[in-house]
């Protein structure tokens, strides 16, 4: 498992030289060298202290190793261009790991250059005794963008051309750093300086550059000087004969996800993942990264893949297989459907109700897949020890559909404090902390994610009847406005639903405020003969929330009812006040 960050002893790591011809290489290591390498590779402008986060959190399991690359930190800068050639630089990167690691290959994991420069290594014949793994973030082989680009200009329908182009966009600065003279005075005097600030404000990533950072740029200047113009007119790649997971920031302003669109053609076994970030993840998502290196080294090392790594594994079937969706109130009605939608397009299902039988019921009729759990949605402490719980046994949800809901109707005077406390609890707060458990594990997990809350049409339907109900489920929807502007940040998307009248379960527990028990008994008899009649069925609800979901739809208004009050509440808000006197 990845290890709590730890404050390493004072006498901080390791360090050692390793000499690769005439480089000497600063090499600093943590851990226990019996157990599995990790080594790592910064990219540019960086130096190894790139990685303090990733080793804090890795060093209690793994040996970890960081080296600063030749031209960077404690390193030798070589004067010459040529120095820098990426060959060079793999012959680094083996030296390092027969100096560390002689009798076992490592894990290696790179970063930006260090990537690029790892990729040169990855393909060479001595990687299948050398390396074990390689995890690749934000760096693309240098011979992959010449045939990715290649293959695309030869068959350049729209698709193929945008993407040129936009990688190209954002490659702008490539350009700049063939100018003579001027790139590495910048860097030394200007920019150098300034590098962490630039990070903040540009990132939004936390940062004390190495000391040696002006000089570390203008010589890393010199890699793409060497190799950029050189790489251009290379053949096609050689194959990745080891695994390899590629990690695809969300937010790179410098690499696209296009870049790892052929992939297959050269790695066998390759894996993708995605991430919500910026380019410098290792700075601004050490945790989620920990967890990815993780999952990948110990699946290599024998374990069985993680439901992140089998739906990134290339060539697997998209959709919701392998995803996890938890479903509250699942054990009837539309969350009982919702279950079963999503059951049948490959997804595993997390059945939870305050009915303990109902679950069980529910996961029963879809099978292994399904897996019951019992929650009082408005406990807040029950909700997050639930969600921990999923997390340890199953790990993050990607999907959270809040369902689980009470209905309440009758006069607003006949409504008692007690009523309005337990109408709340259930259906505003039972979101809220759904919302708030569920959203904290996504956001953490750093994969993004969806989240559905169950409003209601009586939300933009004034009723003098529905005093209570409405108000609890207009808040549902508000809050999952408010929510979606948070949460986008993370990744996860937020979808309001909104059902009219539907046939479910919920009209034989309503409450009718102000009657007594033979009343209520009667009411809810005729609520539920009215719905039957009007014959708007859960699965058809579920239907709309896994399109919903399919396409990030924020708003959802379902049934025919719904669609025409929500118009009404836009257009017609006092026709709708109006018409509220006599819905009751």
């Not at 920019?191 to 936390?206: A, F, H, K, Q």
């Amino acid at each position: 498992m990845v290890s709590e960050p730890r404050h390493l002893p004072s006498t901080g790591p390791r360090r050692r030289t390793v000499r690769n011809d005439d480089v000497d290489l600063a090499v600093f290591s943590e851990g226990d060298p019996a157990s599995p390498t990790i080594l790592l590779v910064h990219g540019f402008p960086d130096t190894h202290r790139l990685w303090d986060g990733l080793a804090e959190r890795l060093v209690g399991d793994y040996h970890v190793v960081r080296y600063d690359v030749r031209g960077a930190g404690e390193s030798t800068a070589p004067r010459k261009t040529a120095a820098y050639r990426t060959e060079l630089l793999a012959e680094d990167l083996f030296a390092v790991a027969d100096a560390v690691s002689p009798n076992r290959p490592v894990h290696v994991v790179a970063h930006d250059w260090g990537s690029i420069q790892a990729w040169a290594a990855v393909t060479a014949p001595r990687a299948k005794t050398r390396i074990a793994s390689f995890t690749s973030v934000s760096g693309p082989h240098l011979d992959h963008i010449s045939a990715w680009t290649r293959r695309r200009l030869t068959h350049p329908t729209p698709t193929n051309l945008a993407q040129v182009a936009t990688q190209f966009a954002h490659s702008w600065y490539i350009a700049a750093f063939h100018i003579p003279v001027l790139p590495a005075l910048a860097w030394r005097t200007v920019i150098g300086p300034r590098w962490g600030g630039i990070l903040r404000r540009v990132e939004g990533v936390d940062s004390t550059p190495a000391p040696t950072i002006g000089t570390d740029a203008a010589n890393g200047v010199r890699l793409y000087r060497a190799n950029m113009l050189t790489s251009a007119s290379k053949p096609a790649p050689g194959p990745a004969e080891v695994p390899v997971q590629v990690v695809l920031p969300s937010r790179d302003r410098f690499v696209t996800a296009a870049l790892a669109e052929d992939l297959e053609r050269w790695v066998p076994r390759l894996w993708r993942r995605r991430i919500v970030a910026g380019h410098w993840v290792p700075l601004s998502h050490p945790d989620a990264l920990a967890r990815m290196v993780e999952d990948f080294v110990e699946h290599v090392s024998g374990a069985p893949m993680t439901r992140s790594l089998q739906r990134a594994r290339a060539g697997r079937a998209e959709g919701f297989t392998n995803r996890l969706v938890v479903v509250t109130g699942a054990g009837k009605g539309i969350g009982r459907a919702t279950a079963h939608a999503f059951a049948a397009r490959g997804a595993e299902i997390v059945v939870a109700d305050v009915d303990i039988e109902a679950a069980r019921r529910t996961a029963a009729e879809i099978g292994p897949a399904a897996y019951p759990y019992l929650v009082d949605v408005s406990d807040a402490d029950a909700v997050r020890a639930f969600a921990e719980d999923i997390t340890d046994q199953h790990g993050t949800p990607d999907i959270v559909v809040n369902n689980a809901g009470i209905g309440m109707a009758g006069p607003f005077l006949a409504t008692t404090a007690r009523d309005w406390q337990r109408i709340t609890d259930v259906n505003l707060l039972g979101v809220v902390n759904g919302c708030r458990e569920f959203g904290a594990l996504m956001a953490e997990a750093g994969e993004g994610g969806h989240i559905v809350n169950i409003s209601s049409a009586a939300a933009y339907t004034p009723s003098r009847s529905l005093s209570a109900y409405a108000a609890s489920k207009a808040a549902v929807l508000a809050l999952s406005d408010c929510v979606r502007a948070e949460f986008v940040d993370h990744g996860i998307g937020v979808t309001a639903v909104c059902p009219g009248v539907v046939a479910t379960d919920i009209t034989n527990t309503t409450t009718f405020t102000g009657a007594d028990d033979l009343e209520q008994q009667r009411m809810r008899q005729k609520a539920t003969k009215a719905y039957a009649r009007r014959g708007f069925t859960p699965d058809r609800v579920a239907e709309e929330i896994v399109r919903a979901v399919e396409h990030g739809t924020p708003v959802v208004a379902v049934t025919p009812e719904a669609k025409l009050a929500r118009l009404g509440s836009r257009f017609f808000p006092a026709l709708m006040r109006r018409a509220a006197r006599l819905i009751g």
